[in-house]
């Protein structure tokens, strides 16, 4: 765990690491609620009101608190090569053969990214991912990957043409592409097809950021989700807009 705690100040928000099981825990409750209450995702802590995983001890929880009532209202967790390495895999080789993309060097994974309803503003979510990415900065990271989630609830077709859009104007280099274990099918969209849809909000983040989208996506079951995997070389970071991530005021 990272020595310094304290990632990221906002007079409405603190950004800081996970400082004990029970700030773990908060998060992981929080967890649940977004993923199986409010998405209707069947995960593992389905009878504990937890989400808790395997990864999760093998990886550094970024807290969102709202000082205001010292509560935890958003999360990411970020897991090292070493530490993926110890395990055996990184969270997205359950879902992708990551190819030569494994071989990167600085390589860190971003996963498990939630906001409480009550504060899933704009703000929120730039003072948090400020707070990664002063985190990944901080432990030497080069690159980063991590999967962008589409729910497919409302409109399968839609999805794959938002995935086939995005994997078309933000591909990544061929020797990075990856293969989903089990693909979701895209659609590319026809010129008289219908008005394209709006991206998710972290995933246009992160396509400004710079990400590459590494290929087809992949089903994921237990969320219904089309998940895409994302790398961003820390390099080619767009300075002026993590400058204005960061201020996120």
Request: proline residues 5%.
């Given at each position: 765990?990272?020595?310094?705690?304290?990632?990221?100040?906002?007079?409405?928000?603190?950004?800081?690491?996970?400082?004990?099981?029970?700030?773990?825990?908060?998060?992981?409750?929080?967890?649940?609620?977004?993923?199986?209450?409010?998405?209707?995702?069947?995960?593992?802590?389905?009878?504990?009101?937890?989400?808790?995983?395997?990864?999760?001890?093998?990886?550094?929880?970024?807290?969102?608190?709202?000082?205001?009532?010292?509560?935890?209202?958003?999360?990411?967790?970020?897991?090292?090569?070493?530490?993926?390495?110890?395990?055996?895999?990184?969270?997205?080789?359950?879902?992708?053969?990551?190819?030569?993309?494994?071989?990167?060097p600085?390589?860190?994974e971003?996963?498990?990214?939630?906001?409480?309803?009550?504060?899933?503003?704009?703000?929120?979510?730039?003072?948090?991912?400020?707070?990664?990415?002063?985190?990944?900065?901080?432990?030497?990271?080069?690159?980063?990957?991590?999967?962008?989630?589409?729910?497919?609830?409302?409109?399968?077709?839609?999805?794959?043409?938002?995935?086939?859009?995005?994997?078309?104007?933000?591909?990544?280099?061929?020797?990075?592409?990856?293969?989903?274990?089990?693909?979701?099918?895209?659609?590319?969209?026809?010129?008289?097809?219908?008005?394209?849809?709006?991206?998710?909000?972290?995933?246009?983040?992160?396509?400004?950021?710079?990400?590459?989208?590494?290929?087809?996506?992949?089903?994921d079951?237990?969320?219904?989700?089309?998940?895409?995997?994302?790398?961003?070389?820390?390099?080619?970071?767009?300075?002026?807009?993590?400058?204005?991530?960061?201020?996120?005021?």
């Open positions: 765990m990272t020595a310094d705690p304290a990632l990221e100040r906002d007079p409405r928000f603190v950004v800081r690491l996970a400082r004990s099981d029970e700030d773990v825990r908060a998060a992981q409750r929080l967890r649940y609620r977004v993923f199986a209450e409010e998405m209707g995702a069947r995960i593992e802590g389905d009878a504990t009101g937890i989400d808790e995983d395997e990864f999760d001890d093998f990886c550094d929880h970024i807290l969102l608190v709202d000082p205001a009532r010292s509560e935890i209202v958003g999360t990411y967790r970020v897991m090292s090569a070493e530490s993926a390495a110890e395990l055996g895999h990184f969270y997205s080789e359950t879902e992708f053969d990551l190819g030569g993309v494994r071989a990167l600085g390589l860190f971003l996963g498990r990214a939630c906001i409480a309803p009550s504060v899933r503003t704009g703000i929120a979510i730039a003072t948090l991912m400020a707070g990664v990415a002063q985190h990944l900065r901080s432990e030497g990271c080069r690159y980063v990957i991590g999967t962008s989630s589409l729910s497919v609830r409302e409109n399968a077709a839609e999805v794959g043409r938002i995935c086939a859009r995005v994997a078309r104007d933000h591909p990544s280099p061929p020797e990075l592409r990856v293969k989903p274990h089990l693909p979701f099918a895209t659609q590319e969209e026809a010129d008289s097809g219908p008005r394209r849809g709006r991206l998710p909000g972290l995933l246009r983040a992160y396509l400004r950021l710079g990400a590459y989208v590494c290929g087809e996506p992949a089903w079951a237990a969320f219904r989700t089309a998940d895409l995997l994302l790398l961003l070389d820390m390099k080619k970071f767009d300075g002026r807009f993590a400058d204005r991530l960061q201020r996120a005021a």
